[in-house]
């Protein structure tokens, strides 16, 4: 049976931070693949920034062009509506019944799993990686698997260790809106640092996130 981990998310944009986490899930459970699956419509995020779909999956197969066990999915931009994990675990679980999934989250995440929409659905259908916000949130995360384990049962939550990429996909694009607006170029390295750089380009070819 294949064990595929699933890299769900805005991606808007995709950062180093997203690279990292899915290399350490795949290196230390064994996977086969990781696929960088693009959200439709985030049923809990803002949407005020939201680029297109079309846009957010190319920016994805820019960032992981050297990596062969990554995958890009437009399995969630398919579909109509706001998109929940439990639909897509549960779709993906019928549709692929010889795949184990993995479902990769942050810690941010995992403290709020219990009021996702049908967590016990997710958990049907996969099981949780969880990336650490920093090195020194590793024994609250754990007490926090812990908990989950009692409420859901055991053997769902695993922990990933990475580095910590101290950024976010909101901090970059309020960089992205300022570089764009600024009337002399900015260095690529010091302006954006933990963002792919062909990435970069894409972005002002393409001029998203200007305005």
């Known amino acids: 049976m294949l064990s595929i981990g699933i890299m769900g998310g805005t991606f808007n944009p995709i950062h180093n931070g997203h690279i990292e986490i899915a290399k350490a899930a795949y290196e230390q459970y064994n996977l086969d693949e990781v696929w960088f699956m693009p959200n439709h419509i985030p049923g809990y995020k803002d949407k005020t920034h939201l680029i297109s779909g079309e846009k957010r999956l190319a920016m994805v197969e820019l960032a992981i062009k050297d990596y062969p066990y990554f995958k890009t999915s437009d399995f969630e931009l398919k579909r109509e509506g706001n998109t929940y994990t439990a639909e897509t675990m549960q779709l993906l679980g019928k549709e692929y019944p010889n795949i184990h999934f993995y479902f990769i989250i942050g810690e941010d995440s995992l403290n709020y799993f219990d009021k996702w929409k049908e967590p016990e659905t997710i958990l049907a259908y996969s099981d949780i990686l969880v990336a650490p916000r920093d ?15 009692e409420m859901y049962g055991n053997n769902h939550f695993f922990p990933i260790i990475c580095p910590k990429i101290d950024c976010s996909s909101s901090e970059l694009r309020e ?21 792919n750089q062909d990435v970069f380009s894409y972005i002002i070819q393409n001029e998203l996130y200007k305005n």
């Open 135 to 149: 090195e020194s949130s590793t024994d609250s995360m754990q007490k926090r698997i812990t908990e989950l384990h």
């Open 175 to 195: 960089k992205l809106i300022l570089i764009q607006n600024e009337s002399t170029k900015l260095d690529f390295k010091q302006s954006i640092p933990y963002l």
